[in-house]
């Protein structure tokens, strides 16, 4: 049992230290691209690597495991910091994501779709700055 509790730490930190990685450098390459054509979209792209930054965070600190006891269903945190108030922000940083994926999808329809509208159009101009 101590076997697999050691396989699974080490996963956890080599997958946190990847998305770290991986995130930072999707931030680099975003910010860096003097490219006109990726515009305002490379708000979004960076809000949600920034976003996945926090939930790595969150997840390596709390590492919540679901946990079933007869019919009743138990989130806890088995990581460094295992208080409730951790669960409980790991859950609000797990559902903040979807969000951001609802509006990066409905962003790229729109940009698609209406490619004119992108001026005029308010919900693409929420994801906008002066650009």
Same mark, same amino acid.
């Given at each position: 049992?101590?076997? +697999?509790?050691?396989?699974?730490?080490?996963?956890?930190?080599?997958?946190?230290?990847?998305?770290?990685?991986?995130?930072?450098? *999707?931030?680099?390459?975003?910010?860096?691209?003097?490219?006109?054509?990726?515009?305002?979209?490379?708000? *979004?792209?960076?809000? +949600?690597?920034?976003?996945? *930054?926090?939930?790595?965070?969150?997840?390596?600190?709390?590492?919540?495991?679901?946990?079933?006891?007869?019919?009743?269903?138990?989130?806890?945190?088995?990581?460094?910091?295992?208080?409730? *108030?951790?669960?409980?922000?790991?859950?609000?940083?797990?559902?903040?994501?979807?969000?951001?994926?609802?509006?990066?999808?409905?962003?790229?329809?729109?940009?698609?779709?209406?490619?004119?509208?992108?001026?005029?159009?308010?919900?693409?101009?929420?994801?906008?700055?002066?650009?």
């Amino acid at each position: 049992s101590s076997f +697999f509790k050691e396989i699974a730490f080490i996963s956890q930190v080599v997958i946190t230290i990847l998305a770290y990685i991986f995130n930072f450098i *999707l931030i680099f390459i975003v910010q860096t691209n003097t490219r006109k054509d990726i515009g305002t979209y490379r708000i *979004l792209i960076t809000y +949600f690597a920034v976003s996945d *930054l926090y939930y790595n965070s969150m997840h390596f600190v709390v590492y919540p495991i679901p946990e079933m006891y007869g019919n009743s269903f138990v989130m806890r945190g088995h990581g460094w910091y295992t208080e409730l *108030l951790g669960v409980a922000l790991y859950c609000g940083v797990y559902g903040h994501a979807f969000p951001i994926i609802i509006f990066h999808f409905v962003y790229r329809f729109m940009a698609i779709k209406y490619r004119n509208c992108s001026k005029q159009c308010t919900l693409v101009r929420l994801c906008s700055t002066n650009q």
